[in-house]
């Protein structure tokens, strides 16, 4: 009887479980609903190139605090802090108003019916398409938080640009994500740009895991008093271009942040990965693909858990 009791008590729990995932299911209750979000984000990205990289760092940022949710979406109220105000997060994390925009477009074909969560997981992926990026099979069926975890994204779920190599990898196996898969995701730092203070330690620290010539060339647009808020491309070669440039600047001591760097040149597992995607960019995409569609397993609500929110920013 007492065994009876706890199967019931397991049956009635609310399903977290990943099965429920799957590329086809939006094709019966809103078919047009993937074309929809894809158009709206390529409109996005042939209005602003760098949003490609905007996009897939805000999966990566909703990912991996409390899951795959759309937590980071929702704006502060009185009583709930926001995670786009959390430290990685604040001046610094972009695309919400994309996000907003896609999630109208569906709306207007499907109300009610596709999640915040997945437009961020789709975005993503149409967001690398459109820029020479592989294109895979999104997994879809996630539904939104009703809350945000802002307290989570300040404790050290979200990488620093001063991470070691152990801190990053620690930090990709408490999501269930292994070496490979860090690496391989590191790899979008192919597009986008960073703020000199999140590298000016690094070209004034007379370290040895960086190249001079690299060095001084960064300096120009950060000098060593002000200037912080500067931008510079991470891959100075194709910064718009979705390619595996990133690993063979990594080789040559280029890598623009001091997480990227860590990657490559200490003898650790990750140097023969990055010396692999740097001669086989067919395996880079692959990869790449395949981590992304793993990350977009951590904790997703499913089934009755979670809502769908009418907008992104709120909770209904």
């Known amino acids: 009887m007492a065994i009876f009791k706890i199967i019931v008590l397991l049956l009635s729990l609310p399903c977290f479980c990943q099965a429920q995932l799957s590329p086809t299911f939006y094709d019966q209750i809103c078919p047009n609903a993937l074309s929809t979000i894809r158009s709206s984000i390529r409109t996005a990205i042939s209005r602003e190139r760098r949003m490609a990289a905007s996009l897939i760092r805000l999966h990566f940022h909703d990912c991996f605090v409390n899951g795959c949710d759309a937590s980071v979406m929702l704006v502060a109220t009185p009583t709930m802090e926001s995670e786009r105000d959390s430290v990685a997060n ?86 269930g994500l292994n070496t490979r898969d860090l690496v391989a995701l590191s790899g979008a730092h192919t597009l986008g740009q960073a703020t000199c203070v999140t590298f000016k330690e690094r070209l004034y620290d007379n370290s040895s895991d960086i190249d001079a010539g690299f060095s001084s060339t960064r300096k120009r647009r950060c000098p060593v008093n002000g200037g912080d808020t500067n931008l510079a491309p991470l891959d100075q070669v194709t910064p718009n271009s979705f390619d595996n440039n990133y690993y063979r600047n990594l080789m040559q001591k280029k890598g623009l942040l001091a997480s990227d760097q860590v990657l490559f040149g200490s003898g650790a597992s990750t140097d023969s990965i990055v010396s692999e995607y740097s001669r086989n960019p067919s395996r880079f995409a692959s990869d790449y693909a395949a981590a992304m569609i793993k990350m977009g397993d951590i904790q997703t609500l499913t089934g009755s858990a979670g809502q769908i929110r009418r907008i992104c920013t709120a909770v209904n």
């Open 90 to 175: 604040f001046q610094s994390a972009r695309g919400f108003e994309v996000i907003d925009q896609a999630k109208s477009a569906v709306e207007s074909v499907c109300p009610g019916v596709v999640s915040c969560a997945d437009i961020i997981a789709v975005a993503a992926r149409d967001a690398s398409e459109y820029v020479g990026g592989p294109r895979y099979a999104v997994k879809v069926g996630r539904r939104d938080s009703t809350t945000a975890f802002r307290a989570i994204a300040d404790s050290g779920d979200l990488p620093s640009f001063r991470a070691s190599l152990d801190d990053l990898s620690d930090l990709f196996l408490r999501k």
